[in-house]
């Protein structure tokens, strides 16, 4: 089962992307069937979708700026899955959600410290230094002691934009910290300097598994992945 239509954000290789990510969570983060997950930016339930076989004692919770693919979640995956739950948060994005009434960079999780784990794809990839950081120190907040969140930026390990003739995407330098695909809406898609993300995720240990998205040699995924253990 997923989403009939292409228009929803994130639908392109729906099954095949969730099913990768699962083998991550796995095998990389030790997910447990009995935890309690955290997906920030769930979109239309991508990761949830395989996560649905996978967590049988545990719980999932998901939130996403994007209305229509939370509601599609609610019907097609809370009415069969009570252990799974989705809330729609009207976050600001200029480029995604521009009549979002609330700051990323100011937005608390409504959650306590409750879970094992918690990942967010594809969103720090969206999102400017000040807002990444405040979803750390939310994220270093909700996460139970010794508990894995999983991460996907864009990372400039040399500070040297990536070669236009080898990458799937090339960035344009804004400061030292991050750099960008389009100046005009920089949260379209942003990289970061290594350093900055030391910096940014100074509160977790941190081992990263480099992306396909230059050509580089190192993990399948397409984006880099960034694993912080509390």
Known sequence: MKPKSTSFIGAG??????????????????????HSVLDIGC?????AMPLTGYLTNGDYFGFDVHRQGINWCIENISSKFSNFTFHHVDLYSQSYNPQGT????????????????V????????????????Y?????????PGGTCLATFFIIFDDRAPDPETTSI????VTDDYWVKDFTRHDRALA???????????????????????????????????????
Not at 105 to 110: L, S, V
Not at 212 to 227: E, F, L
């Open 13 to 34: 290789d729906y099954d095949a992307i969730g099913k990768e990510f699962l083998n991550y969570f796995v095998n990389l983060c030790e997910l447990k069937p009995q």
């Open 43 to 47: 979109g239309i339930g991508r990761m």
């Open 102 to 117: 609330v700051k990323a960079a100011e937005y608390i999780f409504p959650y306590d410290q409750i879970f094992d784990f």
């Open 119 to 134: 990942f967010l794809t594809s969103v720090f990839t969206h999102m400017l230094p000040e807002e990444v950081a405040h």
């Open 136 to 144: 750390l120190s939310e994220i270093d907040r909700v996460l139970k």
């Open 170 to 173: 090339y960035f344009h330098k």
């Open 192 to 230: 970061y300097n290594m350093e900055t993300i030391v910096h940014l995720c100074g509160n977790f240990s941190m081992d990263v598994h480099e992306g396909s998205w230059t050509c580089r040699t190192g993990y399948n995924n397409y984006q880099d992945i960034v694993i912080l253990k509390k």
